[in-house]
T-cell receptor, first 115, second 109 residues
Framework: GAVVSQHPSWVICKSGTSVKIECRSLDFQATTMFWYRQFPKQSLMLMATSNEGSKATYEQGVEKDKFLINHASLTLSTLTVTSAHPEDSSFYICSARVTRDYEQYFGPGTRLTVT | GQNIDQPTEMTATEGAIVQINCTYQ??????LFWYQQHAGEAPTFLSY??LDGLEEKGRFSSFLSRSKGYSYLLLKELQMKDSASYLC??????????WGAGTKLIIKP
């Protein structure tokens, strides 16, 4: 149990375009989902926390107008990288948490390359 | 502030035992997770400690001392597939996981 999927696994896009990444909890309802970014050989960096039905809470330094997060249901959250630039190229990972459980269940990640 | 301290890299031999230490400072404390992350993949859960002491789970064991702000992950009978990064992540008073940079473990034959 506790499986989280992400789609797509990898994506290449041109600079200036937008990319949407989906995160789904397949066999449980996730009241909270997290979006992380990880650059090579660096630690996970929390970008934002989203609770179902409410606006996401962004970490300091993360542009909310650039990284649009929608958590429309208890099983789906989306991250849209708008007007992507090469410096946005990174490994984006989502995780989901059940209210009573501190553990975060991670999706497999999405590797974004902006050319 | 909140801080996690782990060695950047460790090397061990296949079949041996290795201990990865983690010291932490957080605003409040609600337990500590260890995750394993292979290169290019997302983290996977290894253990969760909320009380002091040693938790054993197969070849992996995790220890916690809350008064010392200290935890370690012990890996026995190392296998080549154990080559990965190991992330220590304490949970703060807001129930958020605080992530360090992790320890890259290299296993040699």
């Amino acid at each position: 149990g506790a499986v989280v999927s992400q789609h797509p696994s990898w994506v290449i896009c041109k600079s200036g375009t937008s990319v949407k990444i989906e995160c789904r909890s397949l066999d449980f309802q996730a009241t909270t989902m997290f979006w992380y970014r990880q650059f090579p050989k660096q630690s996970l960096m929390l970008m934002a926390t989203s609770n179902e039905g409410s606006k996401a809470t962004y970490e300091q330094g993360v542009e909310k107008d650039k990284f649009l997060i929608n958590h429309a249901s208890l099983t789906l959250s989306t991250l849209t990288v708008t007007s992507a630039h090469p410096e946005d190229s990174s490994f984006y990972i989502c995780s989901a948490r059940v209210t009573r459980d501190y553990e975060q269940y991670f999706g497999p990640g999405t590797r974004l390359t902006v050319t | 502030g909140q801080n996690i301290d782990q060695p950047t890299e460790m090397t061990a031999t296949e079949g041996a035992i290795v201990q990865i230490n983690c010291t932490y400072q957080t605003s409040g404390f609600n337990g500590l997770f260890w995750y394993q992350q292979h290169a290019g993949e997302a983290p996977t859960f290894l253990s969760y400690n909320v009380l002091d002491g040693l938790e054993e789970k197969g070849r992996f064991s995790s220890f916690l001392s809350r008064s010392k702000g200290y935890s370690y992950l012990l890996l026995k009978e190392l296998q080549m597939k154990d080559s990965a990064s190991y992330l220590c992540a304490p949970v703060d008073s807001n129930y958020q996981l605080i992530w360090g940079a992790g320890t890259k473990l290299i296993i040699k034959p």
